[in-house]
């Protein structure tokens, strides 16, 4: 065993949040390693050159969680990122018409009355009360979730501070609170709204990511996860990063080691070591080992601990508790090379609210549906789509004159149904066509022309994000974000800090609080943790001090 | 000014109605209830077909009865006798397979254990565990927000919560846990973390969204199961149908001294200075009272006050009350008692479950989402005769089915087509444990939910009289800021099943709301 | 076709002229529109409003009408003070508040008649009027985007009237309103404590009223102005404004920023024994267990304009702050709507002090001015409530 393979700390897995903890543990000092078993860092955060010319943000597409501490901190910025908003968005009905989102909020109330005066007012309701509730939960973000067993000064604490929290609502808006946190999205549009195209169209950030339909309880949280970022402060805006969403990546990569981290890729984990109850480096699965004492996994939970850390290692009752862990994939990508850009019939040429997010839902009765056939394990026959073309703001993604597409698919499954029997391996040459040609076909409400503009189109269905980036299922969120499992619960009661039951050994990825969304937040808080445990806690600066 | 003519005035002789109004009169309160069908007992009735035959008219079982309301009230005792008998549940399957529920344990059938009696049983520990707890909570008025949290004057209020917290704790960490773990969550996940999905997980899954707008897929399912498994979770059969109940709860309101006038409902709630004052009937005739009860649904009860007393924020929440019916009450008459494929007949007067698995359940949901009728739905039935023989007639037994999954408002509206097809439905559901079946029906009643809410004025025909979501419970039920049974003006109350804690007959809304008032000084 | 919405700030139909006018280029964003701020200076605009006469274009203002045999009851519903003791052919300054008793907005209340209302404010309230009216026999029409309005103020506004061939306006009091040609509605009302009248006509007859004021208008020194020659005047007349001196509720996005009507000093607004109407119950708690604030008219020392000045008591204590200042022009005084934590402003009202900024070309200086409460409107003259008007 040679110097050269002995670190302070290891992280597997150089995703966003391994990334983020590494820089963290670095920049205090520790020699760190990062192991990455592709060849290319960033996880589901990355920039792929699968057409030549062409960029894709191959999984993840636009960036507006990252926390701006963490970006602060680790001078994001310095290391290439640039995070650029866009200006709206759209959804098109099938009868030619649209609903555009705009920017500018007067044009916004023309455009929201001219489908349905009432609802003008009810849109500034609407954000209202959604902003309020942003502004109740984002303190949380970058704190650790209390566990309410425990009687632990800290955790009296952090309970002391949602109490604190939610004492300063007052009583109207705890019960707004309340009800907010519990309801569907459904529930809570048909609330404001009348309009159906305009309620399918906001409902789209209560599913994206999740195994839930418009009408579940608890998807008006998961809109909220949506709209709790910000781009320079413009709470709920959304940005491309220039570049693609690698470019989160490869600044985190760049910061990590220009603090003199080491990124091994090319080979991932094999299994944890683990010796009395502790951990002790991790094993590749090219037979390279690396040694520290603390090992922090980007993995979600399951693949960390179903997959490379022997049962015998872990109590029983946690591992029953990883593997009824919620992980399902519901989403999928299509990712576009376009020869020019599509024409959109419906709205004015060159619309600003075209370089937005664009969709093609019409109701949310037609959601719910796309839903209902998910749970049978078919891929939805009228899917939902979140769409864009960044190539109209980001000229690096594409040729002149040319463009890139990304088409975020919901919902559809793992375990594809085929001939009455459920796997992911149905997904195949023949299935993963017929589910783009659905796709395609339903793109064509907004834009005719886009088949004869397609050079390029990489099909990603969840078994080929689990199969690529690791992600159990092709779960974007490493874990379903139910109440079941968010805060305390997430990803195992008992075990909602970061910490596991082997010594030195640390969950760092989305599968902790408070969950995914290319925040940061669970490697940054992670890093704090274990950097509190060792002792380390007061060499930080920044937010994780 | 005069004197009032009443204490209280009680509009609508449910069983939370008449709870309300045996509470007041045990008292000393005077106190008098208005019921406008001719007859008290709202859902708990019995209904006559033309033959004479009874039946139990919406609801047929027992499943919840709080016994501080039992005790109170007298029911059972001399003073208002009831008889019950405890039902097994028996979940079907095509297969003969049937699963059989008898006091929480699980069993096959034919008599030979289930194969998962042991995971069942941890998992009906767990719930009965959680429910009981949960059920601390519903004897008393839900936990106040008045003034954020932290207020002193509220420790009393709170002092309910603490105990659950300190409760909790005792239940030490593990239970704790998984406690708060699985409270949001949804029935399905949870079932079949330890179940298979077969019979004995679909009756769980349905007796989790029985009278609800949800699938047990639905986060919150879990919340609903506990609050079914409240006293235990096993149904009981009230001997004499439905109607003994209704006039048990009646006798006992009497006997506190109540009075109960049926026959003529109340046209609107009288009020002077912002305070609720009485009653105008619908024949005009007025009567006051220093208080009002409501047992009404909460949108109905601010309409008989009218609008104009309540803030727009109020009236617009009670608009968007979830309130969509999903369960249809088909009462078959037979010329003889059905043979259901491997069933004994002690289990064939059980309570029958049709709910062949978790994703069966989940399925039967999906197309009253969309307002149509279901192709399979889930059903609960019972023959009382089967238990209670001197309830047949002519060898003819009533099948009473609660058939869930039917929506509120189905497409097309609900006529007697609409009605002749969900018995039909039903019929050829029953027929695939029962070959046969259909042959023996001679008459049949179809109460779809709109029907429901047409005879008992329960908003969308819903058993609970709004949905039991976590976003309409506790402190936030009938709405938020209303949850004290305070109802608007002073003096006004809401007193039934949209008030905390909620649906089945438990009598405690009724039971909470009086205390309430009287806590309130009112009269 | 699908009728594409425009991007950007919209015309009133008053634009052309307006546009005509300007020589200041200095245009706002007011409710989605084009609104001058100023057209030529402020100093003479403000100073035609107090000597002549003068034209804003009032037309983004938002406008609801309220018919129904239950439209008095919505009325009545809506706001804190008793519509039925409004006359038909009256305006009333109202205040609506939501179920806390925080006011919503304020505006005016044109009765037609009691089945027919016209509600002019501020702020959006086409969905809040629905849901008020939800359950009564009314109905409720968004006439902002067919109704135009100028509003003339002045002391020579009236005979400039009496010249375009409106003399009968000569009878109307403070407050009347009346259909005076076809089409051609006007109210003596105003927003500067002055003579003035509002004119209100559809869109299509927007510029024909416009070209036949102006016609009118040389001898009488009409002027077209912007909104802070206004500001001044209204801020002299003691009125208040929404999002200035009070946060409408319905857009604060946090919590605890709304203000009761008794806080904004419109006890007198409020009428308890008219039978429920929005947030009687919370204002009836509010007035019991007292107010957290008082918005109050304060002369403030020295002649630096405070707003947004931060007030202290014992030159120590932070006890308010303003809400509007600006110097006085007509008056000659540094005048300021304020708001003040309770019990300041009310029962305690000496030792104020207000903290003021002067940069005197690049050099910064700190004061502390002392603060007068006024119970009185800095600006009151005669001539506001004469009737018939006084021809200057």
Redesign the interface.
Known sequence: MGQHDRFDAIVAGAGHNGLTAACYLAKAGLKVLVVEKNDWIGGAAVSRSLHEGWTYSNCSYVCSLLRREIVRDLELPKYGLQVIPYEGGASFDSDGDYFAYMSDHDALRREISRHSARDADAYDRFSQTVIRQCRFIRPFLLRNAPDPTSLKPRDIGELLFLIKQAHGLGKKELGETLRFWSMSIGDFLDEHFENDLIKAHIAGAGIIGTGLGVYSPGTAYVLLHHYMGDVDGAIGAWGFARGGMGAISNALGACFEEAGGTIVTGSGVDRFLVSNGRVTGVALANGDEYHAPIVASNMDVKRTFLQHTGEQYLPGDFVKAVKRFKIRGSSGKLNIALDALPEFPAAPKGAPFLRGDLHCAESLNELERAYDDWKEGRWSQNPYFDMLIPSQIDPTMAPPGKHMMTVFVQYAPYDLEVGGVRAGTNWNGQTRGAFANCVFDKLEQACPDIRSKTVHAEVRTPWDIEQEVGLTEGNIFQGELTFDQLLFNRPVPGYAQYDTPINGMYIVGSSAHPGGGVMAAPGANAAREILRNIGRGGNMTGYAA | MTTPNYDAIVIGAGHNGLTAAATLARKGKSVCVIEKNATAGGMARNTTFANGIQAPEIAHLLYNLHPKVKKELGLGSVRAPLEVRDLPAVSLSEDGNHAVIRNGKAELADGRPHPETAPFGELMRRLTLFAGLLGQLSTKSPP???????SLDKLTELAGLAKLGLDL?RMG??D???F???????AY?LIL?DLEDGPLAGALAADAVRGAF?GP????TVFSLMYRLGQGGGAQLPLGGMGAVAAAFETAARAAGAEIRTGTGVARVLTEN?RAAGVVLEDGTEISARAVLSNTGPMPAM?LAG??????????RM??Q?CKGTAAKVNLVLNSAPKFKGLSPELTAGRLLIASSATYV?RAF?PA??GEMPENPVIEAVIPSLSEPGLAKDAQHVLSAVVSSVPYALEGGWDEAARESLAAVTIATLEKYAPGIGALVSDCQVLSPACIEARTGAPGGHWHHAEM????IL??RPA??MAHYRFG?EGYYLCGAGAHPGGDVTGLAGRNSALQLLKDGVI | MTKHVPIGLIETPFQPRLEALSTAKSWTNWAGYVSPAMLDTVEFEYFAIRNQCTLFDISPMHKYRITGPDALKVVNRLVTRDAAKLRDGRVGYVLWCDEEGMVIDDGTLFRFSETDFRLCCQEPMYTWLLDTAWGFNAEITDESQDIAALSLQGPTSFSLLQDAGLQVVAEMKPFDWREIEPDLWVSRTGFTGDLGYELWVPNGKALELWDRLWAAGGHWGLKAIGFEALNICRIEAGFIAAGFDFQPVHTAMRLGRGRSPLELGFGKMVDFTKGHFNGRRALLKQQEAGLRYHLRKIDIGGFKPADGALIYHKKKKEVGHVTSGVWSPTTKRNIALAEFKAPYGESITDDLWAEVYVNEEGQWDRRLVPVAIEEKPFFINSRARATPPRPF
């Open positions: 106040s927000l008045e003034d954020g949290l932290a704790k960490k593990k704790m846990r998984e708060l773990r699985v409270l949001l969550s949804n996940d973390d949800a897929r639905s986060p919150g912002d309409i609008a104009e007393h309540y803030d727009v924020e109020a009236v617009r608009r968007n979830r989940e999906n989402k969309y979501g976590i976003d309409q402190t936030v938020n800021g003006p």
